[in-house]
Protein backbone atom coordinates (compact mmCIF):
# COMPACT_ATOMS: atom_id res chain seq x y z
CA UNK A 1 0.00 0.00 0.00
CA UNK A 2 3.12 2.67 0.81
CA UNK A 3 4.14 2.15 -2.41
CA UNK A 4 0.99 2.55 -4.30
CA UNK A 5 0.46 5.64 -2.61
CA UNK A 6 3.66 7.38 -3.57
CA UNK A 7 3.29 5.99 -6.83
CA UNK A 8 0.04 7.71 -7.48
CA UNK A 9 0.88 10.62 -5.76
CA UNK A 10 4.12 11.47 -8.08
CA UNK A 11 1.52 10.26 -11.20
CA UNK A 12 -1.18 12.93 -9.85
CA UNK A 13 1.64 15.42 -9.49
CA UNK A 14 2.48 15.83 -12.66
CA UNK A 15 -1.22 16.46 -13.98
CA UNK A 16 -2.62 19.31 -11.07
CA UNK A 17 0.33 21.89 -11.63
CA UNK A 18 -0.46 21.92 -14.79
CA UNK A 19 -4.08 22.59 -14.52
CA UNK A 20 -3.39 25.09 -11.64
CA UNK A 21 -0.47 26.96 -13.98
CA UNK A 22 -3.29 27.13 -16.58
CA UNK A 23 -6.61 28.23 -14.00
CA UNK A 24 -3.84 30.49 -12.97
CA UNK A 25 -2.88 31.78 -15.99
CA UNK A 26 -6.60 32.66 -17.35
CA UNK A 27 -7.41 34.08 -13.84
CA UNK A 28 -4.54 36.55 -14.18
CA UNK A 29 -5.25 37.67 -17.74
CA UNK A 30 -8.61 38.30 -16.46
CA UNK A 31 -7.43 40.60 -14.30
CA UNK A 32 -5.28 42.29 -16.16
CA UNK A 33 -8.01 42.99 -19.00
CA UNK A 34 -9.95 44.24 -16.40
CA UNK A 35 -7.62 46.72 -15.19
CA UNK A 36 -6.77 48.17 -18.71
CA UNK A 37 -10.37 48.82 -19.09
CA UNK A 38 -11.60 49.84 -15.51
CA UNK A 39 -12.87 53.75 -15.25
CA UNK A 40 -10.56 55.06 -12.32
CA UNK A 41 -12.47 54.79 -9.35
CA UNK A 42 -15.50 53.63 -11.38
CA UNK A 43 -16.40 50.91 -9.25
CA UNK A 44 -16.88 53.47 -6.54
CA UNK A 45 -19.71 55.46 -5.10
CA UNK A 46 -19.92 58.08 -2.45
CA UNK A 47 -23.16 58.37 -0.15
CA UNK A 48 -24.03 61.40 -1.43
CA UNK A 49 -24.14 60.17 -4.67
CA UNK A 50 -27.11 57.97 -3.79
CA UNK A 51 -30.71 59.69 -3.53
CA UNK A 52 -32.67 58.04 -0.99
CA UNK A 53 -35.32 56.59 -3.86
CA UNK A 54 -32.53 54.76 -5.81
CA UNK A 55 -32.08 52.84 -2.60
CA UNK A 56 -35.19 50.73 -3.60
CA UNK A 57 -33.93 50.32 -7.38
CA UNK A 58 -31.13 48.51 -6.58
CA UNK A 59 -29.35 45.40 -4.70
CA UNK A 60 -27.94 46.14 -1.82
CA UNK A 61 -25.42 43.38 -0.48
CA UNK A 62 -23.87 43.05 2.93
CA UNK A 63 -20.93 41.79 2.69
CA UNK A 64 -19.71 41.65 6.56
CA UNK A 65 -20.40 39.01 8.95
CA UNK A 66 -23.78 37.75 10.14
CA UNK A 67 -23.49 39.74 13.76
CA UNK A 68 -22.43 42.77 12.27
CA UNK A 69 -25.44 42.31 9.82
CA UNK A 70 -27.72 41.18 12.55
CA UNK A 71 -26.59 44.54 14.64
CA UNK A 72 -27.17 46.74 12.12
CA UNK A 73 -27.18 47.21 8.28
CA UNK A 74 -28.72 49.68 5.16
CA UNK A 75 -32.10 48.83 4.88
CA UNK A 76 -32.95 46.21 2.66
CA UNK A 77 -29.72 44.96 2.26
CA UNK A 78 -29.00 41.34 2.00
CA UNK A 79 -26.74 39.50 3.59
CA UNK A 80 -23.91 38.09 1.55
CA UNK A 81 -20.20 37.75 3.24
CA UNK A 82 -17.46 38.85 1.04
CA UNK A 83 -16.01 35.51 0.56
CA UNK A 84 -19.16 34.25 -0.60
CA UNK A 85 -20.02 36.28 -3.82
CA UNK A 86 -18.71 34.22 -6.30
CA UNK A 87 -20.43 31.34 -4.61
CA UNK A 88 -23.47 33.16 -4.45
CA UNK A 89 -23.65 35.23 -8.01
CA UNK A 90 -26.42 33.09 -9.07
CA UNK A 91 -28.56 35.42 -6.86
CA UNK A 92 -26.87 38.61 -7.94
CA UNK A 93 -28.66 40.03 -11.01
CA UNK A 94 -26.81 41.70 -13.89
CA UNK A 95 -29.47 44.10 -15.22
CA UNK A 96 -29.20 46.43 -12.60
CA UNK A 97 -27.56 48.21 -9.77
CA UNK A 98 -25.61 46.00 -7.26
CA UNK A 99 -24.09 48.08 -3.99
CA UNK A 100 -21.72 46.02 -2.16
CA UNK A 101 -20.69 47.53 1.60
CA UNK A 102 -18.65 46.74 4.19
CA UNK A 103 -17.36 48.71 7.06
CA UNK A 104 -15.06 50.25 5.56
CA UNK A 105 -15.03 49.64 1.94
CA UNK A 106 -11.63 47.42 1.60
CA UNK A 107 -14.09 44.11 1.90
CA UNK A 108 -16.49 44.87 -0.49
CA UNK A 109 -13.79 46.25 -2.99
CA UNK A 110 -12.35 42.61 -3.10
CA UNK A 111 -15.83 41.01 -3.49
CA UNK A 112 -16.79 43.73 -6.18
CA UNK A 113 -13.33 43.37 -8.08
CA UNK A 114 -14.46 39.35 -8.25
CA UNK A 115 -17.41 40.32 -9.66
CA UNK A 116 -16.67 42.61 -12.06
CA UNK A 117 -13.24 40.33 -13.30
CA UNK A 118 -16.36 37.83 -13.42
CA UNK A 119 -18.67 39.28 -15.82
CA UNK A 120 -20.47 41.93 -13.52
CA UNK A 121 -20.52 45.31 -14.80
CA UNK A 122 -23.07 46.84 -12.88
CA UNK A 123 -21.45 46.60 -9.09
CA UNK A 124 -20.63 49.65 -6.97
CA UNK A 125 -18.64 49.70 -4.16
CA UNK A 126 -19.85 51.72 -1.29
CA UNK A 127 -16.60 54.33 -0.84
CA UNK A 128 -15.45 54.08 3.01
CA UNK A 129 -18.38 51.81 3.98
CA UNK A 130 -21.13 51.23 6.13
CA UNK A 131 -19.48 53.49 8.64
CA UNK A 132 -18.92 56.12 6.49
CA UNK A 133 -22.39 56.07 5.31
CA UNK A 134 -23.90 56.54 8.77
CA UNK A 135 -21.67 59.76 9.46
CA UNK A 136 -22.69 61.26 6.26
CA UNK A 137 -26.59 60.96 7.09
CA UNK A 138 -27.40 57.44 5.28
CA UNK A 139 -30.37 57.41 3.71
CA UNK A 140 -30.21 61.10 3.40
CA UNK A 141 -26.45 61.57 2.97
CA UNK A 142 -27.20 62.84 -0.76
CA UNK A 143 -30.04 65.94 0.60
CA UNK A 144 -27.93 66.45 3.39
CA UNK A 145 -25.12 67.31 1.00
CA UNK A 146 -27.27 69.44 -1.25
CA UNK A 147 -26.88 67.87 -4.14
CA UNK A 148 -23.17 68.23 -4.74
CA UNK A 149 -21.28 65.18 -5.95
CA UNK A 150 -17.70 64.26 -5.01
CA UNK A 151 -15.14 63.51 -7.03
CA UNK A 152 -12.02 61.50 -6.89
Known amino acids: MTRIFPALCIGLSCL?????????????DEMAAYLEFVDYGGATIFAEQIPKSEYARMLVIDTRDA??????????AIHMEWRQVLAKSAQIP????????CNSGTLSSQAGFALR???WDNVKILQGGFSEWKAKGGMDASTRAGGVQPTH
Not at 16 to 28: E, G, L, Q, S
Not at 67 to 76: D, N, V
Not at 94 to 101: D, I, S, T
Open 117 to 119: VAG
Open 67 to 76: GQFAKEHIPG
Open 16 to 28: VPTAWADNKAAAI
Open 94 to 101: KNRMVLLY
